[in-house]
T-cell receptor, first 114, second 109 residues
Framework: SQTIHQWPATLVQPVGSPLSLECTVE??????LYWYRQAAGRGLQLLFY??????ISSEVPQNLSASRPQDRQFILSSKKLLLSDSGFYLC?????????????FGPGTRLTVL | SQQGEEDPQALSIQEGENATMNCSYK?????LQWYRQNSGRGLVHLIL?????REKHSGRLRVTLDTSKKSSSLLITASRAADTASYFC?????????FGAGTRLFVKA
C-alpha cells in the first residue's frame, strides 16, 4: 500500500533562517506531488506541484521554492523565512489514472516563524 | 479566483441530526471531491463524484452535484460527535485540484 511521510511534524524557526521540509512517498511510482499551505482556519493554498523528477510548477510568487530530486521525494525550501511563512504545510500525491486525481495527504508540518 | 466557495463556514448541530454543507465553483470540472480534516491533521478523501454523475452515496454520506448550477452538497446523516471536523470540497479540471475554504462542523454529544 502507498504511504506518504512528512517531517518534521512541527518546527519553530527565527525570521531569516533557512527552511527545508521533506516529503516522501512509498508504494507508488511517478506520482504527481503537491505542496500546500493552510493558514489557521482556512482552506488550502497550492504552492507547488510536480509531475516528474526535476519538474516543478509554482502557483504563487513567494519566498519559497521546491525541488524533486528523486521520483518520490519532494522538498520545500526557503533561504530566508518571513513571518508570513508561518502555517501548516501539507504534502500530497496523486496517481495518473485518467482524470481521477484523488489526492492523498501527509500528516503535515506546522511551521511557526518568530 | 478559481477557489471554491463553501457555506456555511461553520455549522454546529446535535448528535443524531443531519449536516448539510454546500460548495460552489466557477470553472468546468472533471470531478468534484470532498475531504475531511481533523484539527491539525492532513486531509482524508471522503468521496469523488464525476461530472456526469448527479448523486453518490458512501455510508452516511450523500453527495449531489449540479453542474448547471456549478454546485455540490455533502449530507452527513445521523451525525456523531466523531464527525466533528472541517470539510472541504475540491474540484479538478485537470490534474490540479482546487480546494474550497472549508466548512467547520461541530457535532455536540
Amino acid at each position: 500500500s502507498q504511504t506518504i511521510h512528512q517531517w518534521p511534524a512541527t518546527l519553530v524557526q527565527p525570521v531569516g533562517s533557512p527552511l527545508s521540509l521533506e516529503c516522501t512517498v512509498e508504494g507508488t511510482s511517478n506520482p504527481n506531488l503537491y505542496w500546500y499551505r493552510q493558514a489557521a482556519g482556512r482552506g488550502l493554498q497550492l504552492l507547488f506541484y510536480s509531475v516528474g523528477i526535476g519538474q516543478i510548477s509554482s502557483e504563487v510568487p513567494q519566498n519559497l521554492s521546491a525541488s524533486r530530486p528523486q521520483d518520490r521525494q519532494f522538498i520545500l525550501s526557503s533561504k530566508k523565512l518571513l513571518l508570513s511563512d508561518s502555517g501548516f504545510y501539507l504534502c500530497a500525491w496523486s496517481g495518473l489514472a485518467g482524470d481521477l486525481n484523488e489526492q492523498f495527504f501527509g500528516p503535515g508540518t506546522r511551521l511557526t516563524v518568530l | 479566483s478559481q477557489q471554491g466557495e463553501e457555506d456555511p463556514q461553520a455549522l454546529s448541530i446535535q448528535e443524531g441530526e443531519n449536516a448539510t454543507m454546500n460548495c460552489s465553483y466557477k470553472t468546468s470540472i472533471n470531478n468534484l471531491q470532498w475531504y475531511r480534516q481533523n484539527s491539525g491533521r492532513g486531509l482524508v478523501h471522503l468521496i469523488l463524484i464525476r461530472s456526469n454523475e448527479r448523486e453518490k452515496h458512501s455510508g452516511r454520506l450523500r453527495v449531489t452535484l449540479d453542474t448547471s448550477k456549478k454546485s455540490s452538497s455533502l449530507l452527513i446523516t445521523a451525525s456523531r460527535a466523531a464527525d466533528t471536523a472541517s470539510y472541504f470540497c475540491a474540484f479538478s479540471g485537470g490534474f490540479k485540484t482546487i480546494f474550497g475554504a472549508g466548512t467547520r462542523l461541530f457535532v455536540k454529544a
